[in-house]
C-alpha cells in the first residue's frame, strides 16, 4: 500500500486527519505517517502503529529526508503569523522537498479566494498555491473555509456581555467545522481526486452576523446582540483589549473579508469527496454548548 503522509500531525487538524484515516477512511495504520515537529507527541501514535517522522518546515533537508518513501503527502499550513513572509517560505520549504523527495501527489490546506482575499495572510496561501503549481508536482488543494470552531475563542466573551461587535456589514460566510475540514482531507489523501484540483470546502449554509447571532444565542440559550461597527473601530477596539498587532491586523482583515463578499461561496466539494453534508452551524453549537458557555 502507498504510504500517507500528514505533517502538523499534533496539530487539532492534523490529529483529525489522523483520526479520520484510521476510523472514517479504514487506512491501516502501518500505511500512515505522522509527522511532526516533535515526535515525541507523537507517542499515543506511534503506540497505534503509525510511523512517527521529524518534520519542521523551517529544514528544507530534514523535510527531504521525512518525506522520503512516502506516495502522498498532506501538507498542513502551519501557525507561523508573527513574522511576515516566514510562513510562505516555511510551505515552499515543504513543496521543494516533496519534490525532491520524489513525493508523487500533494495536497495543501488553503483559504478560499487567496487571490482576492483582503485577510492579511492570504499571500502565504496564494504563494504557496503557485509555488505547488510551478513545482510541476500532481496536487490536491483543499482550500479550507473559516471553522466554525472559530467561534469559540471569540463568543463566550461576547455572550458574557452581551454584545458582538464585529465589522462584517451585511457580508455572509459559509464556515465549516475543523473536524469536517479533516474528514475531506483524509478521504482526498486516501483517495485524491483525477487530475489537479483546487477544492473549496465550505458549509452548505452562507450566514451574516445576524443569522450567526441567532444560532448562538439559541444555543447558549443567552441573547446576543450585533453591534456592527468599522474596521477602525474594530481594530482599535481588539488593540485595546491589549491583542498583538499582527492578531488585531488578522481578525480585522477577515472581517473586512467577509463584508467584501469574499468568504460567502457555497460548494458542493466537501460532499463530493466524503459522500455526506457539512455539519451545519447550528449543529456544531448545539454539540458545543458547554465551550460556548463556558
Ligand atoms: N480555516 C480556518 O478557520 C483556520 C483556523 C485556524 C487555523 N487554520 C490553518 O490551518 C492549520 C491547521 O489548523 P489547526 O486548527 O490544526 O491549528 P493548530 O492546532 O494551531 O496547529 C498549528 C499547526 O501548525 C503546524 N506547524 C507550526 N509550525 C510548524 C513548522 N515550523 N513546521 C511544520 N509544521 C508547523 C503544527 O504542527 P506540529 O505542532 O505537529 O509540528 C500544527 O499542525 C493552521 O496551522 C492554520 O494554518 C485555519
Known amino acids: ?20 484515516l484510521l476510523e472514517t477512511v479504514q487506512v491501516p495504520a502501518a500505511d500512515i505517517v505522522a509527522a511532526s515537529r516533535d515526535t515525541s507527541k507523537l507517542a499515543d501514535l506511534a ?24 506516495e502522498r503527502v498532506l501538507i498542513i499550513s502551519t501557525d507561523e503569523l508573527a513574522v511576515p513572509g516566514a510562513r510562505l517560505q516555511q510551505h515552499s520549504n515543504a513543496v521543494n522537498a516533496a519534490k525532491k523527495a520524489g513525493v508523487s ?24 498555491e503557485e509555488a505547488i503549481k510551478a513545482s510541476g508536482l500532481s496536487y490536491t488543494i483543499l482550500r479550507n473555509a473559516w471553522y466554525h470552531d472559530n ?31 479533516a474528514r475531506a482531507a483524509a478521504a482526498a489523501l486516501a483517495n485524491p481526486p483525477a487530475g489537479n484540483q483546487t477544492l473549496t470546502l465550505t458549509g452548505s449554509q452562507s450566514l451574516n452576523a445576524d443569522q450567526i447571532a441567532a444560532i448562538v444565542s439559541k444555543a447558549a440559550g443567552k441573547p446576543l446582540d450585533v453591534v456592527q461597527v468599522n474596521g477602525e473601530q474594530l481594530a482599535a477596539g481588539m488593540a485595546a483589549a491589549g491583542l498583538p498587532d499582527f492578531v488585531v491586523r488578522m481578525l480585522a482583515s477577515a472581517d473586512a473579508n467577509v463584508a467584501a463578499g469574499n468568504f460567502d461561496l457555497v460548494t458542493g466539494d466537501f460532499k463530493a469527496l466524503t459522500g455526506r453534508d457539512p455539519q451545519s452551524l447550528q449543529a456544531f453549537f448545539e454539540e458545543s454548548r458547554a465551550a460556548l458557555v463556558g
Open 1 to 20: 500500500m502507498a504510504k500517507l503522509l500528514v505533517t502538523g500531525a499534533n496539530g487539532q487538524l492534523g490529529r483529525a486527519v489522523i483520526r479520520h
Open 47 to 70: 503506540a497505534l502503529g503509525i510511523e512517527a517522522r521529524k518534520a519542521d518546515f523551517t529544514d528544507e533537508a530534514g523535510l527531504e529526508a521525512a518525506f522520503t518513501g512516502v
Open 105 to 128: 501527489h500533494v495536497l495543501y490546506t488553503s483559504m478560499p479566494n487567496p487571490d482576492k482575499s483582503l485577510v492579511s495572510f492570504a499571500p502565504d496561501h496564494l504563494g504557496t
Open 151 to 181: 467561534y469559540l475563542m471569540s463568543m463566550p466573551h461576547n455572550l458574557e456581555g452581551g454584545k458582538w461587535f464585529t465589522a462584517t456589514g451585511e457580508g455572509k460566510v459559509a464556515n465549516i467545522s475543523r473536524d469536517d475540514c
